[in-house]
């Protein structure tokens, strides 16, 4: 996702409601996130459904590492042979 521009990607919800296809339009066009405030205080962000599915898919595999970096400290992990040698057998089945 782009950094967002702080004079072009923050707006309040009032202007969001009278401008809300233009606004979706602009996320999708330039990968940036939108940040909705309301009363002076942001509210929300609207981020582009393919970047929203990149983050998500970023977000697994950092807690796939994180979850392999604990089994590595508990002393589960294999040795690359191993490891190596399970595939294959795997494969041939």
């Avoid at 990968?31 to 599915?53: F, N």
């Amino acid at each position: 996702m782009r950094t967002p521009r702080l004079d072009e990607d923050i707006r309040p919800v009032t202007e969001f409601r009278a401008r809300a296809a233009a606004l979706i339009e602009q996320v999708r066009r330039t990968k940036r996130a939108l940040v909705l405030t309301q009363h002076g205080q942001s509210a929300a962000v609207l981020i582009d459904v393919g970047e929203y599915q990149r983050l998500l898919d970023e977000l697994e595999l950092l807690r796939d590492v994180r979850v392999a970096e604990g089994q590595l400290a508990a002393g589960q992990g294999v040795s690359q042979e191993e490891a190596r040698e399970r595939v294959l057998k795997a494969l041939r089945r």
